[in-house]
């Protein structure tokens, strides 16, 4: 029994990086697709999603209702703040070091813990407030607030961008306590992300040259390797033994931040990851170690 609990662990560790490394590579081609507005983007990134979320969809063959009629305000409010997330997170990425923008949107768990606290009023304990104080000073030292910084607003908007996202999470995890599908949950997603975007895009709408679709198709291809990786990891293992690893999306995207663009992040920077992921990884040990078992997952 425990052989194969572990096996199963070590398969969701597996998947979690996995899934670090397809969003760090979907940003990096965003980056990559040039100067084209934060909504053509965005369609482009999402249609890629829904044509997936539609075959699984299919292919499960339990209809486009969801699991109950009543939880149709949750799913258009994880759509909206997931919508608002991306968005943000685009034109961070966009507008920042891709390392900068990467960890500016991983704020998103901490957010969550915040949102679910007034939306699942689930208690925060001290050492989660501890976490929650730590991981803001990190932030500050990526956003840098001063006059002279002049990515002072994507930076802000970067992580305004982890809040959205935050918030989006939470409404997933209240949305499985009440049984929806997760195939369903990301078909509503990117379908609302889709037709959000769309008069944007079709009012003013930008030439793309055949690199630029080609970028946006495979950061859309990458962003659905992702979400099925994220899956197919918590389908294995729970959350507590699985979060910290997502966290190797800052180093993927640092590497690929260099070599593709040749971003180089200040000693700043690199203080504020360090204490970003040392909180993420001082809940990490919390929740293993000190959580009633029942609260882990």
């Known amino acids: 029994?425990?052989?194969?609990?572990?096996?199963?662990?070590?398969?969701?560790?597996?998947?979690?990086?996995?899934?670090?490394?397809?969003?760090?590579?979907?940003?990096?081609?965003?980056?990559?697709?040039?100067?084209?507005?934060?909504?053509?983007?965005?369609?482009?990134?999402?249609?890629?999603?829904?044509?997936?979320?539609?075959?699984?969809?299919?292919?499960?063959?339990?209809?486009?209702?969801?699991?109950?009629?009543?939880?149709?305000?949750?799913?258009?409010?994880?759509?909206?703040?997931?919508?608002?997330?991306?968005?943000?997170?685009?034109?961070?990425?966009?507008?920042?070091?891709?390392?900068?923008?990467?960890?500016?949107?991983?704020?998103?768990?901490?957010?969550?813990?915040?949102?679910?606290?007034?939306?699942?009023?689930?208690?925060?304990?001290?050492?989660?407030?501890?976490?929650?104080?730590?991981?803001?000073?990190?932030?500050?030292?990526?956003?840098?607030?001063?006059?002279?910084?002049?990515?002072?607003?994507?930076?802000?908007i970067g992580l305004l961008g982890g809040l959205g996202a935050g918030l989006a999470y939470t409404f997933v995890r209240l949305l499985g306590k009440k049984g929806e599908r997760k195939s369903y949950i990301v078909f509503v997603f990117s379908a609302f992300s889709c037709l959000s975007a769309l008069p944007f895009v079709l009012a003013n709408p930008a030439p793309m040259t055949a690199k630029q679709v080609a970028c946006l198709v495979i950061a859309g291809l990458f962003a659905a390797g992702g979400q099925f990786s994220v899956t197919g990891a918590y389908s294995y293992a729970p959350a507590r033994e699985l979060s910290v690893y997502d966290y190797s999306q800052v180093i993927f995207s640092a590497l690929l931040g260099f070599f593709m663009f040749g971003d180089v992040p200040d000693v700043y920077s690199f203080l504020g990851y360090f204490i970003i992921c040392g909180m993420a990884g001082l809940t990490f040990w919390y929740n293993n170690h000190h959580l009633p078992t029942k609260e882990r997952a």
């Not at 994880?78 to 704020?107: E, I, P, Q, S």
């Open 1 to 156: 029994m425990y052989p194969t609990k572990l096996k199963a662990k070590y398969k969701g560790i597996l998947l979690i990086v996995s899934a670090a490394f397809c969003f760090a590579c979907m940003a990096a081609f965003v980056r990559l697709s040039g100067d084209l507005p934060t909504f053509q983007k965005s369609f482009f990134r999402n249609f890629i999603a829904l044509i997936v979320a539609t075959a699984i969809l299919t292919r499960e063959g339990k209809g486009f209702r969801p699991a109950s009629g009543k939880n149709w305000p949750f799913l258009l409010a994880r759509a909206a703040f997931g919508t608002a997330g991306l968005l943000m997170n685009f034109y961070a990425v966009d507008h920042l070091l891709l390392a900068d923008a990467t960890m500016l949107n991983k704020m998103s768990p901490f957010f969550a813990v915040i949102a679910s606290y007034f939306i699942l009023k689930e208690n925060i304990s001290p050492v989660q407030g501890l976490s929650l104080v730590g991981a803001f000073v990190g932030a500050l030292f990526i956003v840098k607030p001063s006059f002279s910084n002049m990515d002072l607003g994507a930076s802000l």
